[in-house]
């Protein structure tokens, strides 16, 4: 399970959002729904996940039916509030959305579409796990307004599946993407690098494996330690090495020299595409501060600069909706140093970078610094944009630092 929510004020229990609250109702708007079950927790997971004996109190089968009544209380609220809009984009992640039902996603996916309606080509994307994608599933999900599927590969490689906890076998990523692409879903496949026991060897087998998927999107991300992992406590008791620094530097330029000569673009510090069109807009969405409701447990919100999140456990969540109570654990409303912060933080991470103009004018300055170390596009600077070069990709804290400290 993950770590202990953000603190915040109290969440009113009717869900009503501040009277003051400046809502554009012309702004996009996207919904996240977070299935929050797993079959085995990865040793590196600190996502709000349960497996079958942490549900106390929550029945797996009753969770469709919970989160539409979410879904219900949200409309309810934006309603009132002006701010009823249809969704961009709709994000099924986890956990492991596809351990329920495809007929559980498609009835979600339904309400939410029922309640808020879609937008003209509106992305609607479902992660997965590769053991449980078959032909009939793609095909339900696709039927129901799916759009894309998110495959988490990882690796290619048993060994470092073994050390990342994955169960799925390496030949069932391929037959879970032919089942996508035979019913029509474009395809991401996710890829994570560093992991205990992996060589750069290892990680040119993966990063070959999955562009002969011949996917559409892959996100190649470094394994990062989060405090309270079983990982986490194999390094502390010394039984697994930290992950090093150095290599995945060199895992990260190799992922990007093989992903552009195969004809992907970086458009994403960690997401590369083929085209424009095939960029995941719902990730876009967050880092470029739209608006969307995140449902399930431990979900997070995000409307007009107010933020919220529900309660963790499944089975919390549920008393609350059924008391016909808000979910919502908290919220807060940033501070204009934390918001500018926030905004430089994220917008530098994406290939069109941040305006200049977007930064504290005591900060501008420093641009040309970041330009000497290599780390900014000079190119994009002189249009008025902050552009992170590869090397500024591998150091993009520092430049966050620098733009805001």
């Known amino acids: 399970m993950a770590g202990p929510l953000p603190l915040g004020d109290p969440a009113p229990a009717d869900g009503r959002l501040p009277s003051d609250l400046a809502i554009d109702p012309a702004a996009p708007f996207s919904a996240y729904l977070h299935v929050p079950f797993c079959r085995v927790r990865c040793g590196y997971c600190d996502f709000n996940t349960y497996t079958s004996g942490e549900l106390r109190g929550a029945k797996?089968?009753?969770?469709?039916?919970?989160?539409?009544?979410?879904?219900?209380?949200?409309?309810?609220?934006?309603?009132?509030?002006?701010?009823?809009?249809?969704?961009?984009?709709?994000?099924?992640?986890?956990?492991?959305?596809?351990?329920?039902?495809?007929?559980?996603l498609a009835r979600m996916l339904g309400a939410a579409t029922d309640a808020f309606g879609l937008t003209d080509g509106a992305e609607v994307t479902v992660e997965?796990?590769?053991?449980?994608?078959?032909?009939?599933?793609?095909?339900?999900?696709?039927?129901?307004?799916?759009?894309?599927l998110s495959i988490g590969m990882q690796s290619a490689v048993p060994h470092v599946l073994a050390a990342l906890d994955r169960t799925h076998r390496p030949e069932n990523v391929t037959t879970a993407v032919a089942a996508a692409k035979d019913a029509g879903l474009a395809v991401s496949v996710d890829l994570i690098y560093g992991a205990p026991g992996e060589s750069l060897g290892d990680w040119e087998a993966s990063l070959d494996a999955a562009l002969a998927l011949e996917s559409d999107h892959i996100s190649a991300y470094a394994l990062i330690i989060e405090d309270g992992t079983k990982l986490a406590r194999q390094i502390r008791r010394g039984e697994v090495p930290t992950p090093d620094d150095d290599l995945q530097a060199d895992m990260y330029e190799l992922a990007d020299a093989r992903l552009a000569a195969a004809g992907f673009d970086w458009y994403e510090i960690s997401n590369w595409s083929r085209t424009v069109e095939q960029r995941s807009r719902h990730n876009l969405a967050y880092w470029r501060g739209s608006d969307w409701w995140g449902f399930g447990p431990g979900a997070h919100s995000h409307v007009a600069g107010l933020r919220w999140w529900n309660v963790k456990h499944p089975a919390a969540y549920a008393q609350r909706l059924a008391a016909e109570e808000s979910p919502a654990a908290g919220t807060e409303r940033p501070d204009a140093e934390s918001r500018t912060l926030e905004r430089v933080l994220l917008l530098s991470r994406i290939r069109e970078g941040i305006a200049v103009t977007d930064l504290q004018p005591d900060k501008r300055a420093r641009v040309a610094g970041l330009i000497a170390d290599g780390l900014v596009d000079p190119a994009a600077a002189v249009r008025g944009r902050v552009q992170l070069t590869l090397r500024g990709r591998l150091l993009a804290d520092a430049v966050v630092r620098e733009l805001t400290d």
């Open 60 to 104: 797996q089968e009753d969770y469709a039916s919970t989160l539409i009544t979410e879904i219900d209380l949200a409309k309810r609220v934006l309603e009132d509030a002006g701010a009823l809009r249809p969704m961009d984009t709709v994000f099924f992640g986890g956990g492991t959305p596809t351990l329920l039902p495809a007929g559980d």
């Open 128 to 148: 997965a796990n590769p053991d449980t994608v078959t032909p009939q599933v793609a095909r339900t999900l696709a039927d129901a307004g799916v759009t894309r």
